[in-house]
């Protein structure tokens, strides 16, 4: 008999999967669902990039399989946007690698450095593919707790110092999915000296780096002092230009690691379409129109999520950055019975906080990626469906 092997039977159970059975049972009975749980931009690409894209599709040059670690022309665009927006400096030949969607570099990154029961330092509540990426490579996740009290940032003195000298990777997320918490650049450094410390590579997600509330502008961790000498940092163009399907990002930052993940890629994939890296170079060049506009829808849902729950008498701190709200659960409720209670009584989906870790119980998380009039509409179902009383 074929058998998976010990990694894949040591993936964690699909905590989603109860809710997403249930949401098949409502749509099959014809319920309108207002679906408050995807992590994935309603609005379209801009059409600048759509155009840039039709054209370079034509262009038989962009047929043939790309280079593995991206075209020079879009390296140097990520290069420039990084000077630009975050003032660092960063060599495109040898300092940034592209990627297949961020996604694909965060779960590739472990294979790369674990070896057999070698640990990795992961946030939770988190972006899964942390924890999945190092089960999948054969090593084994230490879970870093992400606490209201703190900010939702990892507290490093507490993580004990015998794991930390057998950690070879630490990931973190700011702005953060699910908290919606946004890091400072003292944080960062902060890390820095604590990779250091323990020779650690520092991995750190900023696929939210371009939405952030009430004029936020979040840092870069390549921003902190001595970064590239323990870090790299992931961005996609997936969230801040609605390019999702487009399956285009980057890693960025410690000269080695980069070379490292562009060798592992150059074994097992050929890179990006290259019609879809000269859009992203359109994409780079002169976002800040595009994400001004795409920030302010955001807000305005952000602030029409905010009113709804004081409607039904939840109280949250709103995101200041990515496009999540993160909510504490009323009493008498876990995450997974809250989350299917709104979707049985009010047809309103939200995704249950468990499924992000252990320190997710107890809270259930909304994205911002339906309109406004949507959102609108799934708060006056709940407050009709379960009014405020019960809370
Ligand atoms: C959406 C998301 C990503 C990016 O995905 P891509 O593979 O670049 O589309 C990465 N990290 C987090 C936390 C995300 O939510």
Redesign the pocket.
Known sequence: MLRENQAMQNLPPYLFARIEQKIAEAKEKGVDIINLGI?DPDLPTPKYIIDKMAEAIYDSANHQYPSSVGLLEYRKAVAEWYKKRHGVDLDPKTEIVS?I????G?AHISFAYLDKDDINLVPDPG?P?YNIGTILAGGKSYFMPLKEENGFLPVLEDIPSDIARKAKLMFI?YPN?PTGAVASLDFFEKVVEFAKSFDILVCH?A??SEIAFDGIKPPSFLEAKGAKDVGIE?N????PFNM?GW?I?WAAGNREAIEVLGRFKSNIDSGVFQAVQYAAVEALKEPEDHLNQLRKVYQERRDAVLEGLNKIGLKANPPKG?FYFWVPVPDGFTSASFAEMILEKAGVIVTPGNGYGEYGEGYFRIALTVSKERICEAFERIEKAVGKVEF
Request: no cysteine; proline share 0%.
């Open positions: 992590g990627l969607g961020s996604k694909e965060i972006y593919v997320n999915n997600d696929a939210y992931f996609s163009l997936s969230k999702t399956r990002g990515s």
